[in-house]
């Protein structure tokens, strides 16, 4: 049975997930990471399209994107065949590098767009790769800190502007964001969020579900209130 097509919003904010084909690696060295960001700026560039906040996995990625004129699709399937070729011309590998389809969902309003980045950047501390997210180096909550440059292909200020007017300050704001309790309508939509990209909520052994650090947070909370 054919599959839906996707409903195109112009000016959507969308949070989309291309993962590796049967969850292998898609990448393997610091120079794949380059690489992806590589092609993504490009694709970024030609499609009119802001990308919000990011975090490279090593089997998946996740985007807070906003779309222009272009349909999500057309990014996301631009970004992995030309990955995916230059990735191949290197190593022997028979078969597709990504799934077939993508995972996005539309976020309804700007209002859960600081929901979704702090989503998208405890991804490596919820899959026990570091107890701090600062210490993670593909995503951009380095940028968002401060304490990375922020590359051209970024644009961190449309978030960091709803934390404050001065950039210090709204960096301190968001950075207390980063370790509060969110408010029961996030955790809704954060649930629905994971739900659409295929993280169940409460699914152990999922990346994106695994506790968070307890190096992250001012006390111990429940998987709900992590969500």
């Given at each position: 049975?054919?599959?839906?097509?996707?409903?195109?919003?112009?000016?959507?904010?969308?949070?989309?997930?291309?993962?590796?084909?049967?969850?292998?690696?898609?990448?393997?060295?610091?120079?794949?990471?380059?690489?992806?960001e590589?092609?993504?700026?490009?694709?970024?560039?030609?499609?009119?399209?802001?990308?919000?906040a990011?975090?490279?996995?090593?089997?998946?990625?996740?985007?807070?994107?906003?779309?222009?004129d272009?349909?999500?699709?057309?990014?996301?399937?631009?970004?992995?065949?030309?990955?995916?070729?230059?990735?191949q011309?290197?190593?022997?590998?028979?078969?597709?590098?990504?799934?077939?389809?993508?995972?996005?969902?539309?976020?309804?309003?700007?209002?859960?767009?600081?929901?979704?980045?702090?989503?998208?950047?405890?991804?490596?501390?919820r899959?026990?790769?570091?107890?701090?997210?600062?210490?993670?180096?593909?995503?951009s909550?380095?940028?968002?800190?401060?304490?990375?440059?922020c590359?051209?292909?970024?644009?961190?200020?449309?978030?960091?502007?709803t934390?404050?007017?001065?950039?210090?300050?709204?960096?301190a704001?968001?950075?207390?964001?980063?370790?509060?309790?969110?408010?029961?309508?996030?955790?809704?939509?954060?649930?629905?969020?994971?739900?659409?990209?295929?993280?169940?909520?409460?699914?152990?052994?999922?990346?994106?579900?695994?506790?968070?650090?307890?190096?992250?947070?001012?006390?111990?909370?429940?998987?709900?209130?992590?969500?």
């Amino acid at each position: 049975m054919p599959r839906c097509p996707r409903v195109h919003m112009p000016g959507g904010l969308y949070h989309a997930v291309l993962r590796g084909n049967h969850c292998q690696a898609i990448f393997r060295c610091a120079e794949d990471y380059l690489r992806f960001e590589e092609v993504l700026a490009t694709a970024l560039d030609r499609y009119g399209a802001v990308l919000l906040a990011y975090c490279w996995m090593t089997n998946h990625v996740h985007l807070a994107i906003r779309v222009a004129d272009a349909p999500l699709g057309e990014i996301m399937r631009s970004v992995a065949s030309r990955y995916a070729r230059r990735l191949q011309r290197e190593i022997p590998t028979t078969g597709h590098l990504f799934e077939r389809r993508y995972r996005a969902r539309v976020v309804d309003s700007d209002r859960y767009l600081t929901a979704l980045v702090r989503y998208i950047h405890l991804n490596p501390v919820r899959a026990a790769i570091v107890l701090d997210a600062r210490d993670y180096r593909w995503s951009s909550h380095g940028a968002y800190l401060g304490r990375d440059s922020c590359p051209h292909w970024l644009a961190i200020d449309p978030v960091l502007e709803t934390f404050g007017s001065f950039p210090a300050a709204a960096r301190a704001a968001y950075q207390r964001f980063m370790v509060d309790e969110p408010g029961e309508e996030e955790i809704e939509q954060l649930q629905i969020l994971a739900r659409s990209v295929g993280f169940s909520p409460g699914t152990r052994g999922t990346t994106a579900m695994e506790p968070v650090a307890a190096s992250m947070v001012r006390r111990p909370r429940t998987l709900e209130a992590i969500l």
